[in-house]
């Protein structure tokens, strides 16, 4: 999992099309029970570090693409 902070996005829309798990959306877009994820996006961008280079994806990644409740695996 990765998040924006929604204070250094300038809502260009570029990154939305290079997400390979189609999870990134405008704030505009998102449904109500999505909603939640703005502040999730808020509190753990301040806390986990800026990713600003291309990496690989983890090895697990397509496993999780479509996994439902993945909320609850969550670790803060």
């Not at 570090?49 to 994806?57: D, T, V």
Request: proline content about 9%.
């Amino acid at each position: 999992m990765l998040v924006i902070d929604p204070d250094e996005c300038i809502d260009c829309t570029l990154c939305e099309p290079e997400c390979p798990a189609e999870a990134i959306k405008s704030e505009d877009d998102l449904s109500d029970t999505e909603q939640s994820l703005l502040e999730l996006n808020a509190e753990l961008s301040r806390e986990w570090p800026m990713i600003n280079e291309m990496k690989e994806p983890p090895e697990d990644a397509d496993e999780w693409k479509d996994k439902p409740d993945k909320m609850r695996y969550l670790e803060r």
